[in-house]
C-alpha cells in the first residue's frame, strides 16, 4: 500500500517510492509517496539502493532520469547498466527524439487509448544502443549532467536549448540525416 505523509519520513517502517507521475526527462519530481518495506524482497530492497535509470512505465513520449537518492520503484521500469560510464550516455539515448520515435514506430502495438505507450523492460531491451567514442561520449556526459542540474533549477529556456544539443549529439551518433532529422522533429 501506498501511504503520503510527512511522518513517514523517519520512520524504518516505510521508505520513499518514486512512481511515473514522479519520473520526468532528467529529473524526478518526488510527490511524497511512501511504501512499506515489508512488501518488497531483501534483494529488491538492495536493486532499489543502487543508483539506477528510471523510466517512466505509461506516457506519451519516454521519461527517464537518473535514481542517485535510491528511491523505492512503484510502477516504473528500471536499468542498471553492469558499466557505470554509460548512465548518462543510456540516459541522453533514452530520452532522446530519436529513440522516442523509433519506439512508437516499432512498438506500435503497446499502445494504449489517448496516445500513451507502455516503456516495457523486454521492449527497452530491443532499442538499438549505440555508444560513442571517447571524444561525443565526454561531450554527452557533460550535457547530461548539465540537463540534470538545469532540471533541478527548472530553467525552462536553457533545458530546450540543453535538450536540443544532447539531441544533435544522438543524431550524430546514429548519424542520422538532416531528411531523416526533419521527418522525426515533426512526428
Avoid at 32 to 47: G, W
Avoid at 128 to 154: G, H, N, S, T
Amino acid at each position: 500500500a501506498i501511504h503520503k505523509s510527512k511522518d513517514k519520513d523517519n520512520n524504518k517502517k516505510y521508505s520513499p517510492m518514486n512512481q511515473t507521475k514522479d519520473i520526468k526527462r532528467y529529473c524526478i519530481d518526488w510527490k511524497k509517496d511512501y511504501v512499506e518495506n515489508k512488501i518488497y524482497s531483501d534483494k529488491l530492497i538492495e536493486l532499489f539502493k543502487q543508483r539506477k535509470l528510471v523510466i517512466a512505465r505509461v506516457t506519451k513520449g519516454i521519461q527517464a532520469t537518473i535514481d542517485e537518492k535510491g528511491y523505492y520503484v512503484g510502477k516504473s521500469s528500471i536499468l542498471i547498466p553492469k558499466d557505470n560510464n554509460l548512465f548518462e550516455i543510456l540516459l541522453a539515448i533514452i530520452n532522446s527524439k530519436l529513440i522516442n520515435y523509433y519506439y512508437k514506430m516499432k512498438f506500435e502495438t503497446t499502445h494504449m487509448a489517448g496516445g500513451y505507450i507502455r516503456f516495457d523492460i523486454p521492449y527497452l531491451k530491443l532499442l538499438p544502443i549505440k555508444l560513442p567514442d571517447e571524444k561525443q561520449a565526454k561531450k554527452i556526459k557533460e550535457l547530461v549532467k548539465r540537463m540534470m542540474e538545469l532540471c533541478e533549477q527548472k530553467s525552462e529556456q536553457q533545458l530546450k536549448n540543453v535538450d536540443y544539443e544532447i539531441d544533435e549529439e544522438i543524431y550524430k551518433l546514429y548519424r542520422v540525416t538532416k531528411e531523416e532529422q526533419e521527418i522525426i522533429e515533426k512526428s
